[in-house]
T-cell receptor, first 115, second 116 residues
Framework: DTEVTQTPKHLVMGMTNKKSLKCEQHMGHRAMYWYKQKAKKPPELMFVYSYEKLSINESVPSRFSPECPNSSLLNLHLHALQPEDSALYLC??????????????FGDGTRLSIL | AQKITQTQPGMFVQEKEAVTLDCTYDTSDQSYGLFWYKQPSSGEMIFLIYQGSYDEQNATEGRYSLNFQKARKSANLVISASQLGDSAMYFCAMRAVYNQGGKLIFGQGTELSVKP
């Protein structure tokens, strides 16, 4: 079992829908991440939260809106997505975003399909 | 700029044999970390092993070992006694230890298939 929990595991939504992806970790980590991954490709970083503050936004379109309510939770709010946004969305956490020696631990991901 | 290169898009190995997955990297940082992740078809990214740039010994974790050759800038993953459950995508990744705010640089991945 992974220590980073993502819900839902699968999500199908229309282009006009609003939905949210959720991520939770109880390892006491202070850095959390959102990645987007297309099939057979490496993950692409979207956002980094460090101590509950957004520290990196990799020029992600505004139809993706991250939120970190507390140190254990990370949400990704979705609105007016496009078919090309269909992908696996991975959440990860690590002890500290500034410490590169610490591994990032990933969740199982949410498979998102946009109709 | 940092870069990770995995030159083997796909590999086959017979069950119970050892296999080496190649990874070369490029960085101007003096202190960096190298990681290997396994991703089965189910999607989860599983952390396997870590090697620090100043570690003198090669990292080992069970059946996984990392063949670290700093002068050649290579960090190959060796899986001993392959099992059917090892069939997955494997990613090599790197990041600077003290800067760049948590950004992992991934290679393109190697898809490993273990044959019975």
């Amino acid at each position: 079992d992974t220590e980073v929990t993502q819900t839902p595991k699968h999500l199908v939504m229309g282009m006009t829908n609003k939905k949210s992806l959720k991520c939770e970790q109880h390892m006491g980590h202070r850095a959390m991440y959102w990645y987007k991954q297309k099939a057979k490709k490496p993950p692409e970083l979207m956002f980094v939260y460090s101590y509950e503050k957004l520290s990196i936004n990799e020029s992600v379109p505004s139809r993706f809106s991250p939120e970190c309510p507390n140190s254990s939770l990370l949400n990704l709010h979705l609105h007016a997505l496009q078919p090309e946004d269909s992908a696996l969305y991975l959440c990860a956490s690590s002890q500290d975003a500034g410490q590169g020696a610490q591994p990032q631990h990933f969740g199982d991901g949410t498979r998102l399909s946009i109709l | 700029a940092q870069k990770i290169t995995q030159t083997q898009p796909g590999m086959f190995v017979q069950e119970k044999e050892a296999v080496t997955l190649d990874c070369t990297y490029d960085t101007s940082d003096q202190s960096y970390g190298l990681f290997w992740y396994k991703q089965p078809s189910s999607g989860e990214m599983i952390f396997l092993i870590y090697q620090g740039s100043y570690d003198e010994q090669n990292a080992t974790e069970g059946r996984y070992s990392l063949n670290f050759q700093k002068a050649r800038k290579s960090a190959n993953l060796v899986i001993s006694a392959s099992q059917l459950g090892d069939s997955a995508m494997y990613f090599c990744a790197m990041r600077a230890v003290y800067n760049q705010g948590g950004k992992l640089i991934f290679g393109q991945g190697t898809e490993l298939s273990v044959k019975p």
